[in-house]
């Protein structure tokens, strides 16, 4: 089994929390915190095997901030298209759907399911080709949300929003390039949000295939937030419209 390593120790425990096949963990030897223990207990009760050891061992796996924690992990689990499509839609009234065009950026990756694990969105869809990898420097940057939302690598974000659009889900393009603000677009139905690369953007490929396109009002002459930022801003309009 293919397997990567994870830094930190909320990672390690959301990873636990998650029933993720822990292969072995790794600790700082002298390290105390609530945080620690807690993570200890787990391990215990879990049966994982995990053993103390010096910050040079620490150290050859990265030199990352790991606070006293490096676990081997099997490879995170990714979801077919259209099975994970159809479960959502069964499942859930009203889902959120969020299609991620060309973000390469690990940390803004992390950042992006952290924010959409809090806000329950429903699904991820990235192309397998050209986006950040799901590995350890993204689950730790999520604070575990990489755990709580099912993700999909697909070959052509295109065939999402096909697929999405047979069922009744409409898209909307989060774009600079919209007429409309995001306060003026309906997000209170089934959704599907589409965000591109800070420096790209959407394709226009993409963008002439959505029904709806909706920017966010930028001041002092800025043209763009970054991308994580703007994502934690729409889901939240999202859940605000649909209190």
Same mark, same amino acid.
């Given at each position: ?5 994870? *830094? ?10 998650? +029933? ?6 790794? !600790? ?15 391990l215990?009760e ?33 979801? +077919? ?16 759907? !969020? ?9 803004? *990756? ?21 986006? $950040?990898?799901l ?9 575990g ?11 052509? !974000? ?18 600079e390039?919209?007429?409309?603000? !995001? ?54 309009? $999202? ?5």
């Amino acid at each position: 089994m293919e397997t990567f390593t994870i *830094f930190g120790i909320r990672a390690i425990l959301e990873a636990i929390h998650s +029933e993720k096949p822990i292969d072995k963990v790794w !600790l700082l030897k002298g390290t105390q915190s609530k945080l620690f223990e807690q993570l200890l207990h787990k391990l215990r009760e879990k049966n994982i095997a995990f053993s103390f050891v010096p910050v040079e061992r620490l150290s050859r796996f990265s030199e990352k901030n790991h606070q006293g924690a490096v676990a081997r992990i099997g490879a995170l689990k990714t979801f +077919e298209m259209e099975p994970l499509i159809e479960e959502v839609i069964q499942t859930k009234k009203n889902p959120i759907f !969020l299609l991620l065009d060309g973000i390469t950026d690990v940390r803004n *990756f992390g950042a992006i399911l952290r924010s959409a694990a809090a806000s329950g969105v429903d699904a991820v869809f990235i192309p397998s080709g050209g986006s $950040a990898p799901l590995n350890g420097d993204t689950i730790k940057t999520s604070a575990g949300g990489a755990f709580k939302v099912p993700i999909s690598k697909v070959n052509h !974000l295109k065939d999402v929003i096909y697929y999405l659009k047979a069922q009744q889900v409409p898209s909307v393009a989060i774009t600079e390039k919209a007429s409309d603000t !995001l306060y003026q677009t309906d997000l209170k139905g089934p959704v599907a949000l589409i965000f591109g690369s800070e420096d790209i953007g959407i394709s226009s490929g993409i963008l002439k295939l959505v029904d709806a396109k909706a920017k966010l009002p930028l001041h002092n002459e800025m043209d763009s937030l970054n991308v994580s930022v703007a994502c934690g801003i729409v889901f939240y309009e $999202a859940i605000r419209q649909r209190l």
